[in-house]
T-cell receptor, first 115, second 114 residues
Framework: NAGVTQTPKFRVLKTGQSMTLLCAQDMNHEYMYWYRQDPGMGLRLIHYSVGEGTTAKGEVPDGYNVSRLKKQNFLLGLESAAPSQTSVYFC??????????????FGPGTRLTVL | QKEVEQDPGPLSVPEGAIVSLNCTYSNSAFQYFMWYRQYSRKGPELLMYTYSSGNKEDGRFTAQVDKSSKYISLFIRDSQPSDSATYLCAMSDSQGGSQGNLIFGKGTKLSVKP
């Protein structure tokens, strides 16, 4: 099993450009998440999905859109990139048991720089 | 007040030392407590998972939860240079699964010197 994979690993964008980050998991997990990690800010949830075809906003959703057309994939889109979106982006997935909590498994991250 | 507080460090210790990492929290509904380890330029990986109060031991690692004090700890015995990483605490309430998120601390950066 590859676990959680992210594409691309690195990207440099100019302000105003758009891009899509792809997350894929092969663990048949129901839940998937997108986080950003910035120095001194920790992990902050952008959007998440509790199943195919569903998405929900997290703590910092502005400037991002997501789609979950297939259970194994979760896409994060930046329509018009801004320098404030320079960050490391992590995808995670989980399969919470009934009455339990979501132990999340993370991908390796995408380092995005917006100039 | 943030829901989860964690001292960012950095914390530097000599090899073989006992390391204590801590988080405090304000939400008394939290019942599930986790510690993630994140090596430089890598994604976080789950290290320890504890439900409610008490201790859990796994090799050199011990996780403690004191719900009365809203305080959790991770102890590392006989620390090794390979333990050098950032350690993040995370927690959720009983609805964490359906709500779809964990609350993370900001992480403590640990360096174990040979």
């Amino acid at each position: 099993n590859a676990g959680v994979t992210q594409t691309p690993k690195f990207r440099v964008l100019k302000t105003g450009q758009s891009m899509t980050l792809l997350c894929a998991q092969d663990m048949n997990h129901e839940y998937m998440y997108w986080y950003r990690q910035d120095p001194g800010m920790g992990l902050r949830l952008i959007h998440y999905s509790v199943g195919e075809g569903t998405t929900a906003k997290g703590e910092v959703p502005d400037g991002y859109n997501v789609s979950r057309l297939k259970k194994q994939n979760f896409l994060l889109g930046l329509e018009s990139a801004a320098p404030s979106q320079t960050s490391v982006y992590f995808c995670a997935s989980s399969y919470p048991p009934v009455g339990g909590t979501d132990t999340q498994y993370f991908g390796p991250g995408t380092r995005l720089t917006v100039l | 007040q943030k829901e989860v507080e964690q001292d960012p460090g950095p914390l530097s210790v000599p090899e073989g030392a006992i390391v204590s990492l801590n988080c405090t929290y304000s939400n008394s509904a939290f019942q599930y407590f986790m510690w993630y380890r994140q090596y430089s330029r890598k994604g976080p990986e789950l290290l320890m998972y504890t439900y409610s109060s008490g201790n859990k031991e796994d090799g050199r690692f011990t996780a403690q939860v004191d719900k009365s004090s809203k305080y959790i700890s991770l102890f590392i015995r006989d620390s090794q240079p390979s333990d050098s990483a950032t350690y993040l605490c995370a927690m959720s309430d009983s609805q964490g699964g359906s709500q779809g998120n964990l609350i993370f601390g900001k992480g403590t950066k640990l360096s174990v010197k040979p």
